[in-house]
């Protein structure tokens, strides 16, 4: 099947589609117009540069360079990360990297070195989109899990004590926070699963249908992001509260922050 290719006219005349959201954004006053702006703007000339730089990417094909990329992704994503949610220390950055890497590294070459069975699991053309995609949903998912544990830490410390003062462990008096995170964070991706192709079609299969793919073939690709996604999301979730967890307490399981 022929790939339909969008040309920059076509693309531009696509753009006008955004004057719905932004009329009622601006009718009820919102105040998000000048965000929303900034935001698509900002969102169009980042693609269309990765969109011309990938393609040099791609005919190069370091894995070095690749790796590179790669590094420089999880920094934005955990700086992104850690901006958005209630912790203050900047070192705080250092175990999100670490969990962001680690996930990755098990995710990512788990799909792309057993399930694909690659030649070289840093081939460009696979091993950047999929820890773009696996990046992503880590990022939701983690700003999501550290500000319900954090919040919760904060809003009901007493309970925290509580248990502890009844010969919890410091990570058992934690378990109900961390619960509470895991809910938070991912009973919205169990709820899409479920309903996975009856209710919506994701836009990864969708782009490849249109891309010229068959759709058995986009189908069980889907399928694989949907769990390495799922996947990924919850051991850097994971990773990210255990080791952030143990500078919020002192070595008395105290909450110093």
Not at 125 to 150: D, E, K, Q, W
Not at 218 to 244: C, D, E, P, T
Request: hydrophobic share 50%; glycine share 8%.
């Amino acid at each position: 099947m022929e790939t339909i290719d969008i040309n920059y006219l076509h693309l531009t005349i696509g753009l006008g589609l955004l004057l719905i959201p932004l009329y009622f954004l601006h009718y009820y006053r919102t105040g998000l117009i000048k965000k929303t702006l900034i935001a698509s703007t900002r969102m169009v000339a980042q693609l269309l540069f990765i969109g011309f730089y990938l393609n040099y990417l791609f005919e190069w094909n370091n894995p070095f360079v690749n790796i590179l990329w790669v590094v420089i992704m999880i920094l934005i994503a955990a700086q992104t990360a850690l901006k958005s949610t209630s912790l203050q220390s900047k070192m705080m950055i250092i175990p999100l990297v670490v969990s962001f890497s680690v996930a990755i590294t098990v995710v990512a070459g788990y799909f792309l070195g057993v399930v694909m069975e690659l030649d070289s699991v840093f081939n460009a053309r696979y091993f950047i989109p999929i820890t773009g995609i696996l990046l992503g949903n880590m990022l939701s998912a983690n700003v999501i899990a550290l500000n319900s544990y954090c919040d919760g830490l904060q809003r009901e410390r007493q309970l925290y004590y509580y248990l502890l003062g009844n010969g919890a462990t410091p990570h058992e008096a934690q378990m109900p926070f961390i619960r509470t995170a895991l809910i938070k964070s991912f009973s919205p991706t169990i709820a899409g699963m479920a309903v996975m192709g009856l209710v919506s079609l994701p836009g990864t299969m969708i782009g490849q249908i249109l891309g010229g793919s068959e759709p058995d073939v986009s189908i069980k690709y889907q399928i694989m992001i949907l769990i390495i996604n799922f996947a990924a999301s919850m051991l850097a979730v994971i990773l990210s509260i255990r080791l952030i967890g143990r500078k919020l307490f002192d070595d008395y399981g105290r909450f110093t922050n």
